[in-house]
Each structure stands twice: as structure tokens, then as C-alpha cells.
């Protein structure tokens, strides 16, 4: 795959002599602004640190699927007793910066490395920031949905967010989400999500529902109709009815089998 300024394209697409529209072309409120994707970077800075954290306190870097798990790891994982039971609310954002072995965290990174800057840039700092963050907590919820007694952690929440919003953000400027490469990315990861084991469906659901709608009231609301402290205020309301779903879902099941323990 070939990469571009709004995503990935085939070897053939990308050899192709048309025009790309670019995800900032359609608005020129971003113009003159910086292009660095400071935030992408300093997200990809702050799980490896955490990564490198997490091992040194006791997590294998094959991932706890090895039977043991670092200190880290149990006071950050999202799961659904220590939430309802011990209301370590906290849960809801730590798990998105731990993860389960270092394939995990490379092949997240990478994907952040890849979509990050093409949002961050296409839509503001602030704008990004704030679709990451709901996202994440989109995809708290989606996973304490379905599978509350399962110890969660990982950024891909946040990340399906980004696919979400670049998704609605591309439509809305009249770039093709096919030919950009991003209807195939989504395809791909939703094909992996469901074959490969240990995956978090309802993360992966959440954050990108989370995302899609951060994407619209950004574009829609913040763009089109001037009004970006409205559609940030929109998006965190989005945040609040994730928080307050998870919450309510995370004790859904009761306790786990051996009680509180992960």
C-alpha cells in the first residue's frame, strides 16, 4: 500500500495521474496553521513510555496471555467489578494507554503514526484531542457492554475513533473514503476484529461510533456553521453519556467467577 496525504491507496490507484484532495483542502479555517502533529506524536511518546513502564513492573512483553500480568497492568486494565465495585472510575482512560504485549502496542502505534497526523491536521489540535479522548471512552463503554468481565486494555478504542471521524470528515469535504484507502482500512480491521481472539469487539464498535459522531458535529456544527465551542461542547457530552453508560453497564454481570480479581 502506498501512502498519501488522506490515507492509503493501491500501488495502481497511487500511480494514477488525478488530482488527491487533500483532507485540508475544503476549509481553509486550518491554513496557516502548523502542520507538526504534535498531539499524535506526544500520544505515541506517552503509550511507549507507559509500555516500557508496564514491563519493567512485571508484564511479559509476549502480553499477560503468558499467565502473568505487571503491576501496571492491574491498576490501569478496564474491568468492569473494580469499576462498579471499587468505582475506580480512572479505569476508563488508563486502559487505552496499556497494552498486552509488544506486537500490540507496535502494530497500535503504527496505525496512530499512520491516521493520527491525517486527522490532527485536517481538523485542529484541539479538534483531535478531543475526538481521541471520547473515543477512548466511547470504546470503554462499548467493551463493559459486551464483555464486562474480560480485562481490557489498549488504544484501539481511541484509534477506530480516528478512522470514524477521518471517515465522516473526508465525506463531508468531498473526498472518497474508497479511494483514499480508508473504507478498506475499516474493512480490513472489522475482518480482524471478528476472526482473531482476544480482541475487543465492543471497544472497537464503541470508539468508532464515538469518533464518527465527534467527526460530524466537527465538520458539521464546528465548520459549517462557525461554531467550533459548540461542537466541542457536543463532544463532550458525547464523553459524559460514554462515562455514564459505562458505568452503568460495568456491573451488568455481576461479579466474576473467582470474585474481583484479573
Same mark, same amino acid.
Given at each position: ?10 500501488? +495502481? ?14 476549509? /481553509? ?25 508496564? &514491563?519493567?513492573?512485571?508484564?511479559? *512483553?509476549?502480553?499477560?496471555? /503468558? ?6 497492568? =492491574? ?7 473494580? #469499576? /462498579? ?26 496505525? *496512530? ?31 463493559? =457492554?459486551? &464483555?464486562? =468481565? ?7 478504542? +481511541?484509534?477506530?475513533?480516528? *478512522? ?12 472518497? #473514503? ?17 476472526? =482473531?481472539?482476544?480482541?475487543? #469487539? ?30 466541542? +461542547? ?7 453519556? /460514554? ?20
Amino acid at each position: 500500500m502506498t501512502p498519501t496525504p488522506v490515507g492509503m491507496r493501491c500501488p +495502481a490507484c497511487a500511480r494514477e495521474r488525478t488530482k488527491v484532495k487533500t483532507m485540508r483542502g475544503r476549509s /481553509s479555517r486550518w491554513r496557516g496553521r502548523s502542520t507538526a502533529p504534535v498531539v499524535t506524536q506526544a500520544l505515541i511518546a506517552i503509550n511507549v513510555i507507559v509500555f516500557v513502564a508496564a &514491563t519493567a513492573t512485571g508484564t511479559p *512483553l509476549g502480553g499477560a496471555s /503468558s499467565g502473568t500480568v505487571g503491576t501496571l497492568y =492491574l491498576k490501569g486494565a478496564l474491568y468492569g467489578p473494580y #469499576i /462498579s465495585i471499587l468505582h475506580e472510575y480512572y479505569r476508563l482512560l488508563t486502559y487505552g494507554f496499556l497494552h498486552d504485549g509488544i506486537l500490540h502496542i507496535a502494530f497500535n502505534m503504527w496505525f *496512530l503514526f499512520i491516521l493520527g497526523p491525517m486527522l490532527e491536521t485536517a481538523i485542529g489540535r484541539v479538534n483531535f484531542t478531543v475526538v481521541y479522548v471520547v473515543s477512548l471512552l466511547a470504546g470503554a463503554f462499548g467493551a463493559l =457492554l459486551l &464483555t464486562p =468481565l474480560d480485562p481490557t486494555v489498549g488504544a484501539s478504542g +481511541a484509534l477506530f475513533g480516528i *478512522l470514524g471521524a477521518l471517515m465522516v470528515v473526508a465525506y463531508y469535504r468531498g473526498i472518497s #473514503i474508497w479511494q483514499s484507502g480508508l473504507a478498506l482500512t475499516l474493512i480490513i480491521n472489522i475482518v480482524f476484529s471478528l476472526t =482473531l481472539a482476544g480482541i475487543s #469487539i465492543g471497544g472497537h464498535l464503541g470508539g468508532f461510533v464515538g469518533g464518527a459522531i465527534c467527526g460530524w458535529l466537527i465538520v458539521q456544527v464546528g465548520e459549517r456553521r462557525n461554531m467550533q465551542a459548540v461542537a466541542i +461542547a457536543g463532544c463532550i457530552v458525547v464523553g459524559v453519556i /460514554s462515562v455514564l453508560a459505562a458505568v452503568a453497564v460495568a456491573g451488568s454481570h455481576g461479579l466474576a467467577p473467582n470474585g474481583i480479581t484479573i
